[in-house]
């Protein structure tokens, strides 16, 4: 006669029972891995307004720039009008903070001209827009401006050259 080896079998919990068990653990790990992604990608998705430290800092930056510009001798002929008054100088700074305002994301609205028109006639050479980048580099390394946020300025402003040099 041939007979079955019936050994009693050893088991554990039943698997939905041991998969309940887990499940706070699982549910867990899911949540932190999805704050932590949802955290990068909204560090991610920030706009350059918000990372450059918004308005105030803005304006730090346009109104270092037009000083600095307005005390370079290699481009400030290019802004005599701009000099001629403090009140002048004073609006060139507000245009130029919206300007930059709106370009990186922020709620500002710039209401001045276009670039092709604003420097229509104005003769202005690559040399002197490169002089200007220079300053708005030394400007933002000055205000200790991370890396990251002047090279996505410098993406953002650096089109321009074409619409500003004019032959």
């Given at each position: 006669?041939?007979?079955?080896n019936?050994q009693?079998r050893v088991t ?9 068990a887990w ?18 990608s909204?560090?991610a998705?920030?706009a ?5 430290g918004?308005?105030?800092a ?6 270092s720039?037009?000083?600095?510009i307005?005390g ?7 802004f ?7 009140e002048?100088?004073?609006?060139y700074?507000a245009?130029?903070?919206q300007?930059?305002c709106?370009?990186s ?6 209401a001045?001209?276009?670039m ?7 003769k202005v ?9 220079e ?12 890396e990251?946020e002047?090279a ?8 321009l ?7």
């Amino acid at each position: 006669m041939h007979m079955i080896n019936k050994q009693p079998r050893v088991t554990t919990a039943p698997a939905r029972i041991r998969f309940a068990a887990w499940t706070p653990l699982v549910a867990i790990g899911a949540l932190t891995l999805s704050l932590s992604a949802a955290a990068l990608s909204a560090a991610a998705d920030e706009a350059l307004y918000d990372r450059l430290g918004g308005q105030a800092a803005i304006e730090a930056v346009a109104g270092s720039l037009v000083d600095r510009i307005l005390g370079d001798a290699r481009v400030n002929r290019w802004f005599a009008h701009t000099a001629a008054t403090p009140e002048n100088t004073a609006s060139y700074k507000a245009r130029l903070s919206q300007f930059i305002c709106e370009a990186s994301g922020g709620p500002c609205h710039y209401a001045g001209r276009d670039m092709v028109s604003a420097h229509r006639g104005r003769k202005v050479t690559s040399e002197a827009f490169d002089a200007v980048v220079e300053d708005l580099v030394a400007v933002l390394a000055t205000m200790k401006v991370p890396e990251r946020e002047q090279a996505d300025l410098l993406r953002l402003l650096g089109p321009l050259k074409q619409s500003i040099v004019q032959p």
